[in-house]
Structures are given as C-alpha cells and as structure tokens.
C-alpha cells in the first residue's frame, strides 16, 4: 500500500479489449496518488498483475451479465471505493444498471441513463444526431428487412448501391462489422453479423471512405455540464482495416468537428466521458458513426498529449487540485504494433 494515499478508486476492467486499463491505474496512481481497485474477469488480467494495482479481485466474465452486476454491487460493498471507473462498454451498462443498488456507497461520473442507451443503440444515436443537423450515413435497413425471405433472390439487391457497410445496431464490445463490395456475398455476411450482435439486428449503410479510409474521432470530459476536456485524433490505420481498433493515430485539430461533436454530446445531456466518431465523404463532409461511453483505443496518444481524462474526471468528481487542462498540441502520432502483430498472428 502506498503511504500518504489519495483516494481510493475501482477500476472496472471488464473484458478490455483495447487494453486501456492499466495505463487508466498508472495515470490515477501517478496523478492523485490513488489506492487502485483492480475488479477483473480473470487472473491473467494484465492489471491485476501490474505493480498499480494495490488491491486485487475477480469478478464472473462480463458477458454473464446477471453474476457480473451481483458481483459488482457485493464487490463495492466490500471496498467501499470512492470512485469507480469502467473501462469496457459491458462495465459501463453494468454500473448503469445498479446505480440504484449503489446509491451512496461511491461515486460515479456517467451520462443520464436516457443518454447511455442511445449511445449503445447506434441507430437512435444517428437519429438523434440528424434531429440537429449532423451529416449521417444513408441508411439502407428498412429496404434490406424488406426484401429479406427465405428465397433471398440476388436481383433483389440491385438497387442497393455497392459497396455498402454492414454493422451491429448495438453496440457489443467488440467490432462486428464489415464491407460488402458486391452482392455475391452480402446475404452469407448478413446473416454472420447478426449471429455476432447482440441482439441479431444489423444495420445496413452507404458505405463512406473519403479517400483515405481514415476515421475522425473527438473525445470529451464533460463533470455537470461543464466541459472539462477535449482532444481530436485521426484514426489512421485499424485492424481490421475497415473497422476495427486503432493500430495508428495522430492528433487531430479541428474547431468544427469539435464544435459539432460538443452540440451533440450536449444535445445528450452527457456527463463523464464521451468518444465521438466519424468517418469523411469524398466532399471533406464529415459523417457521424457514433458515441461511445468508454475509453478509447487511442487512448494513450491523448495521455501522452497532457490529456488526462480519468485523473481529471477523479479530481474534479472528488473535489480534489487537478491539473490545468493542456495547451492544444499541434501535432503527435503514436502506433500499437503489438495489435497489429497480435491480429495477424
């Protein structure tokens, strides 16, 4: 145990795909001195075995969700955190679900639970963003549901302008999601992305590249309405290519692309933290994906960059001195060799 230490904070880690969750316990523990909590889903949890961790324990995997929220509440009662910190989306809908149970046992920073369904339902996301004027993808469903039946004829799909872009409606923790260049072989990727998702229902769209591929991503604090931080980056490469965690990011500047993800993220009423994302047409029109309650994958390039979200979100949450919100940077980029090796291993 740390001598002197500050508070004691949860970290949830969930199923951590994106392996943020020890750089989030090395930012509190380096920042605020914090006595990390690490709950994980199993022993090899990369941080529970981390010199960060100062407590251990586990919790049932997350996709068992009824023993993972029962845990968690047993868990929190244990320890009586300060704070808890969620690092996957699972983690997030499990406090979500138990705010009640939990109420005056710790503290969480969390959009409204209105707000955190529209982000994990990416279909009421866009249309909330189209409500206010943000560019969305065009939406080929309606059309795809109708044709769908047993016979599943290959000239049905001829009004479908190709290549389109397939995904979970729902947002399941993990990419489950692909292009379809023509329609030789729509119909078998249809049917194995909604035996992926979470709720078998796939949403079919206009397909947007822009040229480079790239995607265009803006995340934020927001702590009672007040917007505590904001960093763009430039997701420049991702594995897999088309949609999938970053492997390559650069930092990203861009007022009108902040702005209109802020008015968004607003619309929403959000409070914590918020990932905003979006890919380019050909035209420079930016095109919004989506809303995420969680860490990111680039998050290291923003921590690197002065932008501590996690620490922040602690100190301001507690009432505790944090450090003074960064001067822009103008510039970095940063890789992830290893997930780039690890997919293609």
């Given at each position: 145990?740390?001598?002197?230490?500050?508070?004691?904070?949860?970290?949830?880690?969930g199923?951590?795909?994106?392996?943020?969750a020890?750089?989030?316990?090395?930012?509190?523990?380096?920042?605020l001195?914090?006595?990390?909590?690490?709950?994980?889903?199993?022993?090899?949890?990369?941080?529970?075995?981390?010199?960060?961790?100062?407590?251990?324990?586990?919790?049932?995997?997350?996709?068992?969700?009824t023993?993972?929220?029962?845990?968690?509440?047993?868990?929190?009662?244990k320890?009586?955190?300060?704070?808890?910190?969620?690092?996957?989306?699972?983690?997030?809908?499990?406090?979500?679900?138990i705010?009640?149970?939990?109420?005056?046992?710790?503290?969480?920073?969390?959009?409204?639970?209105?707000s955190?369904?529209?982000?994990l339902?990416?279909?009421?996301?866009?249309?909330?963003?189209?409500?206010?004027?943000?560019?969305?993808?065009?939406?080929?469903?309606?059309?795809?549901?109708?044709?769908?039946?047993?016979?599943?004829?290959?000239?049905?799909?001829?009004?479908?302008?190709?290549?389109?872009?397939?995904?979970?409606?729902?947002?399941?923790?993990?990419?489950?999601?692909?292009?379809?260049?023509?329609?030789?072989?729509?119909?078998?990727?249809?049917?194995?992305?909604?035996?992926e998702?979470?709720?078998?229902?796939?949403?079919?769209?206009?397909?947007?590249?822009?040229?480079?591929?790239?995607?265009?991503?803006?995340?934020?604090?927001?702590?009672?309405?007040?917007?505590e931080?904001?960093?763009?980056h430039?997701?420049?490469k991702?594995?897999?290519r088309?949609?999938?965690?970053?492997?390559?990011?650069?930092?990203?500047?861009?007022?009108?692309?902040?702005?209109?993800?802020?008015?968004?993220?607003?619309?929403?009423?959000?409070?914590?933290?918020?990932?905003?994302?979006?890919?380019?047409?050909?035209?420079?029109?930016?095109?919004?994906?989506?809303?995420?309650?969680?860490?990111?994958?680039?998050?290291?390039?923003?921590?690197?960059s002065?932008?501590?979200?996690?620490?922040?979100?602690?100190?301001?949450?507690?009432?505790?001195?944090?450090?003074?919100?960064?001067?822009?940077?103008?510039?970095?980029?940063?890789?992830?060799?290893?997930?780039?090796?690890?997919?293609?291993?």
């Open positions: 145990m740390k001598t002197n230490p500050g508070p004691l904070i949860m970290i949830l880690d199923d951590d795909a994106i392996q943020v020890l750089q989030v316990a090395t930012e509190l523990s380096q920042d001195r914090a006595t990390i909590i690490g709950i994980g889903t199993t022993e090899s949890s990369r941080l529970l075995r981390s010199r960060y961790c100062d407590i251990a324990d586990i919790a049932p995997p997350v996709q068992h969700t023993e993972y929220r029962q845990s968690l509440v047993q868990l929190i009662r320890y009586r955190p300060d704070m808890i910190l969620p690092i996957d989306y699972r983690s997030v809908a499990a406090l979500d679900a705010r009640t149970d939990i109420f005056g046992a710790t503290n969480l920073c969390l959009p409204p639970s209105d955190l369904e529209i982000s339902d990416k279909s009421k996301t866009l249309a909330v963003a189209r409500k206010i004027g943000i560019q969305v993808p065009e939406d080929y469903t309606t059309f795809v549901r109708g044709i769908d039946s047993p016979k599943r004829s290959p000239g049905d799909l001829e009004q479908l302008p190709f290549p389109v872009f397939m995904k979970a409606a729902r947002e399941a923790g993990r990419h489950v999601a692909a292009k379809v260049d023509s329609p030789m072989g729509f119909w078998s990727t249809y049917d194995r992305l909604r035996g998702s979470e709720d078998g229902t796939v949403l079919v769209q206009e397909y947007v590249n822009g040229g480079d591929g790239h995607n265009y991503c803006y995340s934020f604090l927001f702590v009672e309405n007040s917007v931080l904001s960093f763009g430039e997701k420049v991702s594995v897999p088309e949609a999938g965690a970053v492997t390559r990011a650069r930092v990203l500047r861009d007022p009108h692309l902040e702005a209109m993800s802020m008015k968004l993220l607003r619309e929403l009423k959000w409070n914590g933290v918020g990932f905003v994302e979006y890919k380019k047409r050909s035209d420079g029109t930016y095109v919004l994906l989506e809303i995420n309650a969680r860490a990111w994958g680039a998050y290291a390039l923003a921590k690197k002065g932008y501590h979200f996690h620490s922040t979100m602690v100190a301001r949450t507690l009432n505790l001195p944090a450090n003074s919100p960064p001067v822009p940077p103008r510039a970095g980029e940063m890789a992830f060799p290893l997930r780039e090796l690890t997919f293609w291993l």
